[in-house]
C-alpha cells in the first residue's frame, strides 16, 4: 500500500504535528517511495514544520535524529534523514549522540558555516559506519566537495590535532581494514610531523601488535622517523616484539629495519632487543630469519652475558646454517634443545569470580513504574509492573500511561518490534483500542525473538479478551533471569485461589527460567498444585527438563556441503568457511513454544531481531548451551553492528546449564577476537572468571579456538596473548587444559604443510605446560616430534615433547 497519499495529504493539511507523525513513521519501504519524488520534498516538509515554536521544532529535530535507523552504504536520498539535519540546523539544538545521525551527516561534505559541524566533527571518528559510507573518497588530490577536501581545509584552519586525534583515537578501537581505510588516507593526507607523532608516540606504539596492516604500516613508519632518544627503551622493544610476531612479512621486515637502527642509537647493552630477535628467528621466512641473524651478529657485542642467554635460547627457531653462524658468535648448539629459561612467570590463585545480582524489585505501585525502554530487565519490570497494578490500581495505571506521550500507532505488519507491542498495550490499557496484533510469521525472525513477541502478544490478546491474570508467572528474581522456585509455585498457588489461567507463552517462559538445582521440599509443594498448569511446573521440577543433544557445523561459503558440513576436527588450512549451522536434538515436550526455540536454528542469519538480541540469554538461563547455538548463526558476521557482543557471551558464562560446542565457540570467539578489546587481560577475564567458579570446559574451548584460526580469519597472535593473560591472573592450569584441546585441532595434520603460526603455538604450549607443571604426552606432539625432519616445526615439537615426558 502506498503512503504517499499520506504523506501528501499531512502536508496539505499544514498541520505540524500530522507532519512531525507522518515522517517519524516512515518505514524502510516508506522512505523508498517518497525518496523516489525527489529531494524537493524535505524542503516542503520543513517549511510546515518551520511553523511550530522553536521549542517544538528542536523536540522534533531530536526525536527525528534519534528515529534515524543504520545504513552506512545509502546512495538514495534519504527524506527522514535529510529533515532530522535540516530540523536540527534551524533550530541549534544539539545534536544527539546517535551513530546514524553522523552516518547520514556525512553523506554531503560540510558547508561552510555548517552549525553542525562543531557538534558532529568529533564523532566523525567514534560512531559506527561512518568508515564504511567514505571508504572509496580516493586521497591523491582530493577533489573539490569531498570530505578529504574539506578535512585538508579544516586542519589548515585550526583542526589539525583534533583530526589527527580523531584519527588515533578511532585506529586504535580497531575495526575492519576496509572501514578504516578513509581514516588512513587522512591521516597521511595530513603528513604528521616528527614533533606530532612524538607527542602521540605511545598511541602508535600500540597499534603495531593489533592493528590490520594498513594502519600499523603507516604508525610503524612515522615512529621510525623519530629521532634517538624520543621512545623510551621498554617502549621500543615492547613494541619490536609484538611486532616480530606478527604474520605480515613486510611488517615484519620493516620491524627488523628499525630494530637496526635503534640499535646503532641505543646507549648501553641491547639486552631489552634480544626477545625482539628471538621472535624474528621464529619467521617462516628464510629472508627474514637471515636478516635477523646478520643483525644479531652485527651488533653481538653490545649484549651481556644475559643477552645472548636469550639469544641462545631462540637459536632452536632456526634452519641449522643459520643456528651455526649464530652459534659461531653466541656460543650453544644449533641442532640440540635450547637451554631452557625462567620466563619470569610466578602463579597467582585466581580471584573472586563476578557473579550475577538479583533482579530489581517488582513494581508495586503507579508510581515506580516507568516508560518501557533500555535492556532485557526493565522491559520484564515494565511489562509484569503493568500487568500487576492492572489487578490491583488500574485507575492509578491508567493516570500513569496518560501521563506519557505514546508515538502515532504502528501501520507496520506484522509487529517486529517489542516496543510496538508496549505502546499499543498501553494505548489499549487507556483507550480500549481493538486493533488486531500480527506477529512475524514462524522463520521469518529467529525463535528467540519471536518467543519474546509472543509474550507480550498474549498480554495484549489478555486485555482485549479481559482474561489478563492478576501477576505474571514469570517475572525474574535474579540477575541472570532465572525465577526462584518457590516463588514460581507460590504464585501458582495465588493462580489457583483466584481461579486465574496461566498463559501459554508466560508459562513456559516461567519454565525456562527455573534453576538447575531446586530443593526436595519446593518439589514436594509443586506437585501439590492442582491446575494444568500447576501439574506442568511440576513434572517440570521432578526430572521432566528436557536436555538438548548439540553439535555446530562448519558451512563453506553459506553452501552446505554435500555431507552436510565438515565431519572431524580439520579443515583444508587454507579455507575459510563463514556460516556456522548449529543443530539441536531433543525429544518434544509437548509445549509447543519450548519446542519451537529448541529446534534447529538454522544456518542462515535472520534478522528482525530488533534490539532484543542481547536479551536471549534471559529467556533461557538454564539452557545455555541452546542460547549460543541461536547465537551462532549471527556471530562471524554481525560483530559488532547487529551480532553477538562480549557481554552476551558473559551472560552465558552466568547463566546455568552444560556446555557443548555451542558456548565453547562463542567464549572462543571472543577469547580470540581483538577487535572488542586491545587489551588481552580484559578478553581474558571471562575466561578467569569461568575458571574460578569452576565452571569452564577448558578441552570444548580450545577446541573451538582451533577451529577459529583454521577456518577464519582470526590471528593466534591475539589468542595467545589473551591466554597469556588468563594465565597470568590465576588461570593457567586451565590455559594448559585449553591447548591440550588446541593443539589437535590447529596442528597440521598429515599432508598439511607447517607454517610459523604452528610452531609458535608449539613454542606457547611449551610455556604454558611450565606454568602449569604439565606431564603426560600430546598424542598429536608425539607423533610429529618422532619424524625424522629437523626443521623448526618439528625441534619445537621435539621440545615440548621432551618436556611432558
Known sequence: MSVWPEVVAAVDSGDPERVAACVLGLGERDRREVAARGDDITELLERVLATRPAAWQADFAVRAALRLSPSPRRRRPDPPAALALAMLRRSGVVPPEHDPLVVAWVRHPPTPGDPLLDHLLPRLFEAEGVGGALRDEHPDLPAPGTWLAALAQLAREGRRDLLLDGCVRRFLRGGDAADLRFFVRLHELLEPTPDEVSKRARDYLRLLPVAPGPVAEPALRHLRRLGPGELAPADVSQALRALLFRPERKLVTGGLTWLDSVARSWAGDLDELAPALGRAFACESADVQGRAVRIAVKHAKRFTPAGAEAIRAAVGLLPQELGETLVAVFGGEAAEQAPE?????????????????????????????????????????????????????????????????????????????????????????????????????????????????????????????????????????????????????????????????????????????????????????????????????????????????????????????????????????????????????????????????????????????????????????????????????????????????????????????????????????????????????????????????????????????????????????????????????????????????????????????????????????????????????????AEIAERRASNNFVREARRLHTYLT
Open 341 to 781: 629459561h625462567d620466563d619470569g612467570f610466578t602463579p597467582v590463585p585466581l580471584p573472586e569470580p563476578r557473579r550475577a545480582g538479583r533482579f530489581p524489585e517488582p513494581v508495586m505501585t503507579a508510581g515506580e513504574l516507568g516508560p518501557c525502554g533500555g535492556g532485557w530487565d526493565s522491559a520484564e519490570l515494565w511489562l509484569a509492573g503493568l500487568v500487576r497494578l492492572h489487578a490491583r490500581d488500574r485507575d492509578g495505571l491508567v493516570a500513569r500511561l496518560s501521563s506519557w506521550r505514546l508515538r502515532a500507532a504502528s501501520h507496520e505488519r506484522p509487529w517486529p518490534d517489542v516496543w510496538q507491542w508496549a505502546e499499543e498495550i498501553a494505548r489499549q490499557i487507556m483507550t480500549g483500542g481493538s486493533r488486531a496484533p500480527g506477529l512475524p510469521r514462524p522463520g521469518s525472525v529467529p525463535a528467540p525473538h519471536l518467543f519474546l513477541l509472543r509474550r507480550w502478544a498474549e498480554v495484549y490478546a489478555a486485555l482485549q479478551d479481559g482474561t489478563l491474570p492478576p501477576h505474571l508467572l514469570a517475572e525474574p528474581t535474579e540477575g541472570t533471569g532465572h525465577v526462584e522456585a518457590a516463588e514460581l509455585v507460590a504464585r501458582l498457588a495465588g493462580y489457583e485461589r483466584c481461579g486465574a489461567e496461566a498463559m501459554p507463552a508466560d508459562l513456559q517462559q516461567a519454565l525456562l527460567r527455573l534453576p538447575r538445582e531446586i530443593a526436595p521440599e519446593v518439589v514436594a509443594r509443586a506437585r501439590g498444585l492442582t491446575s494444568e498448569a500447576g501439574r506442568a511446573v511440576a513434572r517440570w521440577m521432578d526430572g521432566g527438563r528436557p536436555e538438548p543433544l548439540t553439535e555446530i557445523g562448519w558451512l563453506r561459503s553459506g553452501r552446505p556441503d554435500p555431507d552436510g558440513g565438515y565431519r572431524g576436527d580439520r579443515a583444508p588450512a587454507d579455507s575459510r568457511t563463514l556460516d556456522l549451522a548449529p543443530r539441536i536434538r531433543v525429544a518434544p515436550t509437548a509445549l509447543p513454544l519450548i519446542d519451537e526455540l529448541f529446534g534447529d536454528p538454522g544456518w542462515e542469519r535472520r534478522y528482525g531481531h530488533g534490539e532484543q538480541l542481547p536479551w536471549w540469554p534471559y529467556v533461557m538461563p538454564s539452557h545455555r548451551e541452546v542460547v549460543a547455538l541461536h547465537f551462532a548463526p549471527h556471530l562471524l558476521h554481525g560483530w559488532p553492528a547487529e551480532g553477538v557482543r562480549p557481554a552476551q557471551a558473559h551472560a552465558l558464562a552466568l547463566a546455568e546449564g552444560p556446555w557443548g560446542e555451542g558456548m565453547a565457540l562463542v567464549q572462543a570467539y571472543f577469547v580470540a577476537d581483538p577487535s572488542w578489546s586491545r587489551r588481552p587481560e580484559e578478553r581474558a577475564r571471562p575466561v578467569v572468571d569461568m575458571a574460578a567458579r569452576g565452571d569452564l570446559a577448558a578441552e570444548g574451548l580450545g577446541r573451538q579456538l582451533g577451529l577459529l584460526l583454521r577456518r577464519t580469519w582470526l590471528k593466534p597472535g591475539p589468542v595467545f596473548e589473551t591466554l597469556e593473560s588468563a594465565a597470568a591472573q590465576g588461570a593457567h592450569r586451565e590455559v594448559w587444559r585449553i591447548m591440550t584441546g588446541f593443539l589437535p585441532v590447529f596442528l597440521p595434520g598429515p599432508g598439511e604443510r607447517p607454517h610459523t603460526r604452528h610452531t609458535q603455538g608449539l613454542a606457547f604450549a611449551l610455556r604454558a605446560a611450565r606454568w602449569a607443571g604439565a606431564r603426560g604426552p600430546v598424542p598429536c606432539v
